[in-house]
């Protein structure tokens, strides 16, 4: 019964055979609309994937670019750093390769460069690199500095001075003094009283004057100017030198002992060269050295040279009964009274011993004092420390040329020292730009007296620095 009744109120549809049909070709539609969406779907993703790719290809070629253009930047500051101004104003364009590559290229601007001013001039380039498609541009601008003392007047005691007695210290020069820290630049030597400069000028002969800021090079930055150089660790070498042998750079080792009239003694830190200025055998040129030097001056024998050192130095005669004397190599030309074959001996060797390049030609002549490679030969002696001076009262000492000591920290430490019993005579300018009070003891007397004309110029160095870099 209730089978029939259910049987009995049943519905079929109309048609059922067709909607039957239309049902199946729905979801064929929706079957094709669905791959059509994973169709396009996948295609969205492919060209994302090469959108990215190809972003990737040019981000890595500009950075490449960029790699290649700062490489060539460092490049040509490396050429130009070893140039002068006339010699940059002659570049104007080039290739930097690496082997047979090209890395980059660089162009001068002259168009967009900043305009010389206050004696400052400017150098621009533009160096461009390529990688792929991309390409990179830094501009460069450069200006040259110049760093060193150049020429002077008269001598400088920055860290102030300090005199035994009103007599002490005598003269004709300008002389420039810092603050000794006891309310003056002069002290009295129990440095308890001072003297002001109105006292200090009165019968001295000197102009005193504040001292001036003033920087010159380091033994350091006069190395590769010297022609021997004796190192630290025991090794030595040769430079800028012209004769049998030429040298040309400050790393040709030589032994030591193939330099006459130099002895060395103690080791590590606590290692000392001496030089005996008897020696006939010491070579002309400029000597350089790697910590501390004795200078045992003697009245058998001048010493004619430049001495640079990069620790503390001390000048010394003893009892001989004559005057040591001393003389930076131009300076031995303007004052000493022997023949000019003689001079020139002394100054500048010979091509059997070593022709000194920068102040002398390849025949043994000396050049005109007016570069500032020739200029290191107006230095006697130059330290990075402490100069002391110890003279005795049958043995004086006459120095000529130009004594320079940048060192001396202050408090305790003297910038120079002059002990002893006798008389000191220096014919140039003393210079001490330390912040140590530079001291003279109650029993020297030390007189300073003007160099002759082109004796007081001493080097500068002119650097090619960077003032400004972008990408362009």
């Not at 009744?5 to 539609?29: C, D, E, Y």
């Not at 981000?59 to 490396?78: D, P």
């Not at 010493?303 to 010394?316: E, H, K, P, S």
Request: hydrophobic share 35%; aromatic share 8%; proline share 2%.
């Amino acid at each position: 019964m209730c089978n029939h009744q259910v049987f009995r109120t049943m519905r079929f549809p109309v048609n059922s055979r067709q909607m039957h049909k239309q049902a199946g070709f729905a979801s064929i539609l929706l079957i094709l609309l669905i791959g059509l969406a994973l169709t396009t779907l996948v295609i969205g993703m492919v060209t994302s994937v090469r959108s990215l790719q190809d972003s990737s290809l040019t981000t890595h070629a500009q950075t490449q670019a960029q790699i290649k253009s700062a490489i060539g930047y460092q490049a040509l500051s490396g050429l130009l750093e070893t140039l002068n101004a006339t010699q940059i104003d002659q570049i104007d364009n080039g290739e930097i390769k690496d082997g047979t590559t090209l890395t980059a290229t660089y162009k001068k601007v002259t168009t967009d460069c900043p305009a010389e001013a206050g004696g400052t001039q400017y150098f621009c380039y533009d160096i461009t690199a390529k990688s792929g498609g991309a390409s990179s541009v830094v501009r460069a601008i450069y200006t040259e500095i110049t760093t060193g003392g150049g020429a002077f007047d008269g001598s400088i005691f920055a860290g102030g001075l300090e005199v035994g007695h009103e007599r002490n210290l005598q003269g004709n020069q300008t002389i420039q003094v810092g603050d000794a820290g006891k309310g003056s630049g002069i002290v009295k030597g129990n440095g308890n009283n001072y003297y002001t400069v109105e006292d200090f000028l009165d019968g001295t002969g000197f102009t005193v004057k504040p001292y001036q800021p003033t920087t010159f090079l380091t033994a350091e930055e006069l190395r590769p100017s010297s022609n021997y150089i004796f190192y630290a660790n025991g090794k030595c070498a040769k430079n800028n030198l012209y004769g049998a042998s030429i040298y040309n750079t400050e790393t040709e080792p030589v032994t030591c002992s193939s330099i006459s009239g130099i002895t060395v003694s103690g080791s590590g830190a606590s290692k000392k060269w001496t030089i005996d200025a008897a020696s006939s055998a010491i070579p002309a040129g400029v000597l350089w050295f790697e910590g501390e030097v004795d200078i045992n001056l003697k009245s058998s024998r001048d010493l004619v040279n430049t001495i640079i050192a990069t620790g503390d130095m001390q000048v010394i005669t003893t009892n001989q009964g004559g005057a040591g004397k001393a003389y930076a190599p131009y300076h031995y030309y303007l004052e000493s009274s022997t023949d000019l074959t003689t001079k020139k001996a002394r100054i500048c060797g010979s091509s059997a011993t070593g022709i000194p390049t920068q102040y002398c030609d390849t025949t043994g002549t000396l050049k005109t004092i007016d570069t500032e490679r020739t200029k290191i030969s107006n230095i006697l002696f130059f330290s990075d420390k402490i100069i002391t001076f110890e003279v005795k009262n049958n043995s004086p000492m006459s120095l000529y040329g130009n004594i320079m000591g940048i060192g001396g920290g202050g408090g305790t430490s003297s910038s120079g020292k002059f002990n002893g019993t006798g008389v000191i005579n220096i014919k140039g300018n003393l210079t001490f730009t330390g912040k140590g009070v530079t001291k003279l003891n109650g029993h020297v007397n030390v007189i300073l007296n003007n160099g002759s004309s082109g004796g007081s110029a001493t080097p500068a160095q002119k650097v090619m620095t960077l003032s400004g870099l972008r990408y362009m």
